[in-house]
């Protein structure tokens, strides 16, 4: 597949990585000669020192036979551009980014499809449906639903109190509660585990398990008399905190701190009414023990400064706050927030890459997820008539290694599979694999 990325920012420059070691070309177009350099020398990738809303350049790059046009510049209006002139260059899909919600309304949306604008991208509300997933209980560090919400994906800590610890997991399978253990994260090391591998104290466990049986996965792994998600401060009133607001559910209380005034005043606005908004430092440790924080279930760090919102959460933590999440952009700092026991870390430049990635596979996919902290991803295929991974059980097909299956819907039912399953044609299949190998799952899946 041809693609041209427009824009070797933050997003753009993770997607190109993502791409560059799957056989793909790739085109990155961006006019700081600086950036560029970065990744030319270290990918397979072509580059063009250009702006990417010239014409020229845009024919430079072979925009005329490109399968996909990507643009995600931070500027809006020129991503849209950018679109618009690909597109009528021959480009035979382009996505942007976008800042403004109002484009994803439908009438919206349809209008700018037949400007030439196919998929739009908002990486602050990818991130806040994200956020809400990582909050939604106290005991869980990660939430996904799959396959229309019958089968979902849990991560968690593993606790000294667990009742799964030091057990292979061969011997886990006679528990009355389904699961599958489908990714640990140990370390600095990231497991896809077999039969022999057992779950450890501190553990970074992934279940995959039908929805009704997640209340056994919590009694299991001994976090029973974890409290309910009631209060949660914010600290930063970016973009997502307002997303986040508006998302939320009824039972939520959402507290608001930060400190420029006028933002304030502009959350006022945007946010849902009962969001209460507080001008204040979320940094200063005696404005939190006055804010009442050791009530506080969550603590989120939303400011732009990665160390900020890093040391934001010890501090929240050490004064009583429950789960910790804060946004790191900074690549480098990851680890290290996971080392420093944060519950979760929001990325958006991994959200809206999985996004855009998703776009690519030539398999029929119907989410693409990655998992920060352990370096793995999770896909949901649809198997199509023919496909390879019907052709045997799964014991037989062999998938390579840090590649599994963590479950499947079939008949509107989510279920677990064994190495005896027969995948069949339309089921929903929930595959994990190590980070940048979904590429060679697709391939069972043509």
Not at 191 to 204: A, K, Q, S, T, V
Not at 386 to 404: D, E, Q, R, V, W
Request: glycine share 8%; aromatic share 6%; charged share 25%.
């Amino acid at each position: 597949m041809k693609v041209i990325i427009a824009g070797a920012g933050a997003v753009g420059t993770h997607l190109a990585k993502m791409l560059s070691g799957e056989r793909h070309s790739i085109t990155l177009i961006d006019e700081s000669e600086e950036r560029l350099m970065k990744l030319s020398s270290n990918f397979d990738l072509l580059t063009v020192k250009d702006s990417p809303t010239s014409i020229f350049a845009l024919k430079n790059a072979g925009v005329e036979d490109a399968d996909l046009f990507v643009a995600v510049m931070p500027e809006e209006s020129r991503n849209i551009t950018a679109c618009m002139f690909a597109n009528n260059l021959g480009a035979k899909k382009t996505v942007a980014r976008i800042d403004n919600p109002e484009y994803l309304i439908p009438k919206n949306a349809d209008f700018l499809k037949t400007l030439g604008i196919h998929s739009l991208i908002y990486p602050e509300m990818l991130a806040a449906r994200e956020l809400l997933d990582a909050i939604r209980t106290t005991w869980l560090r990660q939430w996904w639903e799959f396959c229309g919400g019958t089968l979902v994906l849990i991560g968690t800590k593993m606790r000294e109190n667990s009742q799964i610890l030091n057990v292979p997991l061969s011997e886990l399978g006679d528990s009355d509660i389904p699961f599958h253990v489908v990714a640990i994260r140990r370390g600095n090391e990231t497991i896809i585990p077999g039969g022999r591998d057992m779950l450890r104290e501190n553990d970074m466990a992934y279940f995959t398990t039908p929805k009704e049986h997640v209340p056994g996965i919590r009694t299991l792994v001994g976090k029973d008399h974890y409290p309910e998600m009631r209060n949660v401060f914010i600290m930063g009133g970016s973009r997502i905190a307002v997303r986040v607001s508006q998302y939320a559910p009824e039972s939520m209380r959402i507290k608001i701190i930060e400190k420029d005034l006028e933002r304030c005043q502009w959350l006022t606005e945007k946010c849902d009414d009962d969001t209460l908004i507080i001008n204040g430092d979320g940094s200063d440790m005696d404005f939190l023990r006055e804010e009442d924080i050791k009530n506080a279930q969550a603590f989120v760090a939303l400011t732009g400064n990665s160390e900020t919102n890093i040391l934001a959460c010890l501090a929240a933590k050490q004064l009583g706050a429950g789960k910790t999440v804060a946004e790191v952009e900074n690549m480098d700092y990851i680890s290290m927030a996971d080392s420093m026991d944060i519950s979760t870390i929001i990325n958006k430049k991994k959200i809206a890459a999985s996004c855009i990635y998703q776009m690519m596979l030539d398999a029929d996919v119907e989410n693409v997820k990655c998992l920060t902290f352990a370096n793995a991803d999770v896909a949901e295929f649809v198997v199509k008539e023919g496909a390879y991974i019907t052709k045997h059980p799964i014991k037989s097909m062999g998938l390579p290694k840090g590649i599994t299956i963590g479950g499947m819907l079939r008949n509107d039912k989510g279920m677990l599979v064994t190495g005896a399953t027969q995948i069949q044609a339309g089921d929903h299949v929930v595959v994990f694999c190590l980070e940048n190998m979904i590429g060679k799952a697709e391939r069972f899946f043509r």
